[in-house]
Nanobody
C-alpha cells in the first residue's frame, strides 16, 4: 500500500513563499514519475510541476520561474518550493506518484495521467 502525506500548506501574503512536502511510504526502485497538481472546486485538475527519476522536470507556464520541484530520495519526500506567490495560486495542492518513469513527463503532468497514487491535498491561501 502506497501512502502519500502532504504538508506545508498555509496562508501567506502575496509575494511570500511556502514549501510543500509530500512524504511517500515506499521507495520506487524501477524509476518514478512524481508531480504536484492543484484543483479549485468545480474546475479541472491542473498540472503544476513534475519530476522523473532521470531528473527531468516540467512546469506549467503559470508557475515557471516561481516554483521549483525537487525530490529527496533518501527521505522519500517530494517538495514544491513556491516563491513570489500570487492570490491566484490559492487552491488545494495534491502530490501524485507513479512507480515507473513516464513516456513523456510533459504529457503526464499536463494531463494528470498515469499517476496511480495521490495524496489528500494541502491548502494554500495567498492574500493580496
Amino acid at each position: 500500500q502506497v501512502e502519500l502525506v502532504e504538508s506545508g500548506g498555509g496562508s501567506v501574503q502575496a509575494g511570500g513563499s511556502l514549501r510543500l512536502s509530500c512524504t511517500i511510504s515506499v521507495q520506487f526502485t524501477a524509476g518514478y514519475c512524481m508531480g504536484w497538481f492543484r484543483q479549485s472546486p468545480g474546475k479541472e485538475r491542473e498540472g503544476v510541476a513534475g519530476i522523473d527519476s532521470s531528473g527531468e522536470t516540467s512546469y506549467a507556464d503559470s508557475v515557471k520561474g516561481r516554483f521549483s520541484i525537487s525530490v529527496d530520495n533518501a527521505k522519500n519526500t517530494l517538495y514544491l518550493h513556491m516563491n513570489s506567490l500570487k492570490p491566484e495560486d490559492t487552491v488545494m495542492y495534491y502530490c501524485a506518484v507513479e512507480g515507473l518513469p513516464p513516456a513523456s513527463l510533459v504529457v503526464a503532468v499536463t494531463g494528470a495521467n498515469g499517476f496511480g497514487y495521490w495524496g489528500q491535498g494541502t491548502q494554500v491561501s495567498v492574500a493580496s
